[in-house]
């Protein structure tokens, strides 16, 4: 006589449970793509805002009637971005003789080739997330 009170998983049951399987790990996988390309977009966007407070500090130093004549429309690269892969441009607005409006904005191109805050050529946009704008009075 057969025993026949064996027990086990069928078949199905064993494809559905791999199926459920293959999408929980494919969207944990996901997941930790993402947070690897969160963590460049992070440490390039503390390289771009350093970078940026290290050229305020540095214009600071002028004397304020050579600010608009030595910074403005000055370019400069993000030390600790790949040479070539970003940009920061100073913009001196001073329509006020005693008082300057500074904008330093910075873009920087990701290593799948995502360019943030500028556009095609790494010209920076007023939407950057690297943007420092300030006023600085005449002394």
């Known amino acids: 006589m057969i025993n026949r009170s064996l027990k086990g998983f069928t078949l199905i ?4 449970a791999a199926g459920i399987l293959v999408i ?3 969207g944990l996988l996901l997941t930790y793509a ?7 977009t ?3 966007l503390t390289f771009a805002m350093n970078a940026a407070q290290n050229v305020l500090e540095e214009i600071r130093e002028h004397t304020f009637s050579r600010i608009y004549r030595d910074y403005n ?4 690269e993000v030390p600790g971005i790949l040479s070539g892969n970003s940009r920061g441009l100073v913009e001196v607005d001073n329509s006020n ?9 910075v873009c920087w191109r990701q290593t799948g080739g995502r360019i ?17 704008v ?5 002394r």
């Open 116 to 132: 943030i805050g500028g556009d095609r050529n790494l010209n920076p946009l007023p939407s950057s997330p690297a943007r420092l």
């Open 97 to 105: 003789p005693d008082l300057l409006r500074i904008t330093i904005t």
């Open 13 to 16: 049951e064993v494809l559905v």
């Open 134 to 138: 300030t006023l600085m009075a005449s």
């Open 73 to 76: 429309r000055r370019t400069f």
């Open 34 to 40: 993402s947070c690897f390309i969160l963590n460049e």
């Open 24 to 26: 929980i790990l494919t």
């Open 42 to 44: 992070t440490r390039n």
